[in-house]
């Protein structure tokens, strides 16, 4: 039977070559034989409404033209049905892509991973009705996202800097409760991360080898320290140095029910709401197609 590939577009991905490299990667899709159908949101509610219904009309893969948000907008319409994931990488991010070995920077070759239609699956992490794939943020990371998207200048990586700075000069510990798997436990922690892949903000590995088809989330703490401690350990975490300090902790866990006070968290670099929030790892709860090395 002839594949039926879905293709979700961010029409303002690839820093302006969108269109270009849109349809290259049609054309290469295309040219393995496959039937191509285009999906164009207007903003994410409508493009996870098309993804939706081209994996209820029975598409074999939705594969992706963007970055790790366009990504979280299909993973809601896929999470647990047998319709496969492609990704081919644009954003700035790309930290879905990189934990699974998937090429950024080169969308023909991530085209030829659809292709080769190699699936795997992985878990999923779940809060309520949404479904993440890379890593659930709850501490000084997600008040850093907040804080850069209430700012309208600057663009790109300098914005979150300077909220990072901002944020920084009044962060307190947070008076966590935590239930992780039934054992119920209060903690002050500078950062809560619950992971299912390594790494989130374009790189930061915070959960560092993290495995995401072994059932299980990551749930990360870096504990109590000093302001100008954390200024120092954080922007090690891209090299993955803060696994040896002190004050981080890990711990695998199943279910999570995370409390705190004027915490928002973000899930996938997006906006998933105030604490608390129930969390679960859902095993092999999407397929995604990977090099098949990955």
Not at 196 to 215: F, H, K, M, V
Request: with cysteine; charged share 20%; aromatic share 4%.
């Amino acid at each position: 039977m002839t594949r039926q590939i879905a293709l979700l577009a961010n029409p303002t991905a690839g820093r302006g070559h969108a269109d270009q490299i849109f349809d290259a990667v049609t054309a290469r899709l295309a040219a393995s034989g496959a039937v191509v159908e285009h999906l164009i949101g207007d903003d994410a509610e409508h493009a996870l409404e098309l993804a939706r219904k081209a994996a209820a009309d029975g598409v074999d893969t939705v594969v992706t033209l963007g970055g790790d948000g366009m990504v979280h907008v299909a993973v809601q319409a896929l999470a647990e049905t047998e319709v496969s994931l492609g990704v081919v990488p644009l954003g700035t991010g790309n930290d879905f892509a990189r934990a699974l070995g998937i090429p950024a920077g080169d969308p023909l070759a991530a085209a030829d991973v659809v292709v080769r239609n190699h699936p795997r699956r992985i878990d999923l992490g779940r809060s309520g009705d949404s479904w993440f794939a890379t890593v659930l943020a709850a501490g000084f990371d997600a008040a850093v996202n907040e804080r850069a998207n209430a700012m309208r200048w600057p663009h790109g990586d300098l914005r979150y800097t300077l909220a990072a700075l901002s944020v920084i000069r009044s962060w307190k510990p947070v008076p966590y409760r935590l239930e992780i798997d039934g054992v119920v436990r209060e903690q002050e922690a500078m950062l809560l991360a619950i992971a299912n892949t390594e790494s989130y903000g374009g790189g930061l590995r915070i959960a560092a080898d993290c495995d995401p088809a072994d059932g299980l989330l990551d749930v990360i703490l870096i504990k109590p320290v000093s302001r100008l401690e954390f200024l120092r350990v954080f922007p090690g975490v891209r090299q993955a140095k803060h696994l040896t300090h002190p004050a981080f902790e890990r711990i695998h866990a199943r279910r999570i029910k995370a409390s705190a006070p004027g915490v928002i968290a973000y899930s996938d670099g997006e906006r998933l709401g105030p604490l608390p929030l129930d969390v679960e790892c859902v095993p092999s709860a999407l397929g995604v197609l990977v090099p098949p090395r990955a």
